[in-house]
């Protein structure tokens, strides 16, 4: 039933969405049903994935988890790159990171902590999560205190170099946790159910639905600039708030349900994981796909960007450090998620 | 005896000072009688709410202390923010945080450590109330990077927002804390001696004891402009550690009676609690006072400022996070005050 | 064989250094020659003092070994502070702090990992080191926000009072972890080997050491300014990589053969006691000397060193506090330096 649902919904709003793009309805119109589109599509990418994943084995399948997790915002971010408009890319990647640490991670961590008084994870995992988050702050915060010394090549340069450096540092962290120390790491894992389709049709689904995420994040894309301007609204704001919120739509109810179940570990492992992802994976294969593309984007952050990830990593490090949550630390993460939500709407 | 000394002093310092007031003695005079008059009525005021607190019963006398026990403070603050001067204000809030963590807090761990090899205390309050410094941190931090941006009226409406958001987080922690937690946090809690006084009494001087702090805050308040261009001393100097230790004055003793007592965990409570109590209860409180008065108090402190309370913050928590102290961790919190004190001296 | 191989170079390439410092070789062999020499010179010194350590007893040892630790850094510093060369000797210092933190650390880190799945150490000093290195951090961070308030010469009054500050802290951390709680701290000391050399020898041979490292020192520093303009260098990249990297190079070496051996206690006492010494005694002392020369260094770091110090403090520190390491702990140290490493090359 919920799945037929799912099944109507993802069809009606790609559907209508093709249909506003193509004869050209109102940007107002175009931008909400895209958004609810992108919602539909995002998860079906995640689905399929995780059935492809199923089929592709243990360890195969973690690599493929891990590195196309987030692929909905990854195609959203590509087409935002293609067309120059770097500081949405940055102010989305933003919002993706303090989304899962504050918005997801503290709703997740509310709702456990209301129906179970004390969560427990694995300690272990916390304490390395959150010192890979500390070592793509640095990465991120360095280049933008150099940056005023640093002419525009050398900028380049530098970006190039600190997005290898992040992307190495991530493969050598999929070794670590799935090769080298698995056993160690992995004592409540995310859990994946059986998959919903025969390991062809996964395949034939997954490139489906990776075909049918592009052409809505170009159509998304395509209206955010007149959208924003007519509302007023800074493209900081609904880069980080607004986009994020919806590529993330999936990630989070995933990690509410599991903290409901709780397995707030494994809530944590999507939350922490997935801005793992965007930090130390995302970011740099926009960044190197600029560069292919000729025209490459920089690994500069804006100081408000930079505070935004900053604080995000330090509340939640601040809670995750001790391996058990309760509904405070929930209401602590979202309260400085809505801080943050107050200032750059203002902004 | 010693109670008799004290009821002398209280009521000696105070006639003194109200003379000195009315009789227009000079500002050097009335200054130092009104902060030797303070240390007496703040005291008297902890006293009289501390009474109040046991006949209250147990919850609701928690939250007596938890809301007024920063009483003192509070009315001075108000006193100031009466006269407009803001900038005093936020020095005075900033000198009564950092005077809790490093002069209150490394005092009792020194005194304490002096005489026992380690004392431990419960590690999950400390945790807990490290989280909460991190939010205060935060909530500080956020408008201050973002104010330039802004104008006076976005920052106004941001300064109240964010005043509101911690006055909830705050009483959420109450709730959490003295309700759904209770048990978990409070292994060694502060010590409530008996009551000095009767029920009608403790009501009575908890009046008398407010309105004496108000005098007394508003004749110190009014001395406080010409006193410190005369001595040639900054507003921040003299706010953020001439009244700050002053008006904490009650709180240090105990603290260190408690250390001396092998009672580290209480004197924890009270230095840390305290400062908790002035950056998410004083502090968003004077701001709508400073609103409902018709010129709002906004929440953005100086650079100086947020220095201070950082690194109080950065080092208490880096102290207090294995949950036992020693003497030498009580001589870090004092060195980074005194290098605190230079600067701001210097300044 | 390997002892005979160490003399012979020792000797050879100290008469190289003096030959082609009075024969005026051209700067970059002069330059080349001196740092090959340095290494040697600075081995020795390091082992003369350990020997004579050893004859000196546990307690009075172990004070020579903390306090002349870094002999070899601190009188290279001296000549650059003589010469007036204010900002290669705190690039020098920095690097010095991020070299132990991250380079030599990391490399430990690394190595031990890659042969050990897991190695553990003494939590309790892991702890106190990084709040130790945390006081530093806030010692160093504290003038540089201050100072742009400051003249002069309350600048210079505020670099004495800072480093005076420091100096004690670090004379009340001797006798803490030394005497009044050796025992909690030091359950896998560093390993010293039998002394190669009678105690009569030994003190020559220190005498010696200091003697030759004095001149070597000045020699380098001689062609320091010419070599960095030739080749277009910034004094900063090269004192705080070059030299930072040649003068702990034997710290280096140790650390890492103490980790294969399994013994990371070992090798993060190196590392991080090495780095506390540089600020806590090194920085402060060469400060009180440049002032005994008339001309006081202040103690105002540049942000890029600041930032620098920082991550590295705030890495370490995130790596450490579990009390346990493996191979991808090294790494992460070792990416955070080698993407400062980039920014200082680029700068």
């Not at 540092?169 to 790491?185: C, D, G, N, P, Q």
Request: glycine share 8%; charged share 10%; aromatic share 12%.
């Amino acid at each position: 039933m919920r799945k037929n649902l799912f099944n109507i919904g993802l069809i009606v709003t790609f559907a209508l969405s093709a249909v506003a793009h193509y004869m050209h309805w109102g940007t107002t119109i175009q931008f909400a049903i895209s958004c609810l589109a992108i919602l539909f599509v995002a998860g079906f990418l995640g689905k399929a994935t995780e059935s492809v994943a199923h089929y592709a084995g243990d360890r195969m399948g973690g690599f493929l988890n891990a590195t196309f997790g987030n692929a909905a915002e990854l195609i959203i971010a590509f087409f935002l790159v293609k067309d120059g408009m770097f500081d949405v890319v940055k102010a989305s990647l933003t919002g993706a990171i303090i989304g899962n640490l504050l918005l997801v991670l503290g709703a997740s961590v509310l709702a456990g902590g209301l129906k179970f008084k004390e969560q427990n994870f694995n300690i272990k995992l916390a304490s390395h999560n959150a010192s890979l988050m500390t070592l793509a702050v640095i990465a991120l915060f360095i280049p933008a205190v150099f940056a005023k010394s640093l002419t525009q090549k050398e900028t380049t340069q530098m970006s190039l170099i600190v997005a290898g450096v992040l992307i190495v540092a991530y493969i050598l962290w999929l070794i670590f946790s799935m090769v080298t120390h698995k056993k160690e790491l992995s004592d409540q894992v995310v859990e994946h159910s059986e998959p919903a389709w025969s390991k062809r049709t996964s395949i034939l689904f997954l490139i489906l639905a990776t075909v049918m995420v592009g052409f809505e994040s170009e159509w998304l894309v395509g209206t955010l600039e007149e959208f924003t301007s007519r509302f007023g609204l800074s493209e900081l704001f609904v880069g980080a708030f607004l986009i994020a919120i919806i590529g993330n739509a999936a990630e989070h109810s995933a990690a509410v349900m599991m903290a409901l179940k709780n397995k707030i570990g494994a809530a944590v492992e999507i939350a922490v994981g997935s801005s793992l992802q965007i930090a130390l994976f995302v970011a740099p294969v926009l960044i190197f796909s600029s560069f292919f593309m000729g025209n490459t984007m920089d690994i500069v952050f804006t100081t408000y960007e930079l505070v935004a990830i900053g604080v995000a990593v330090i509340i939640s490090k601040s809670i995750s450090q001790d391996g058990s949550s309760n509904w405070y630390e929930g209401v602590l993460l979202l309260a400085v998620y809505l801080i943050l939500g107050v200032v750059f709407f203002l902004v």
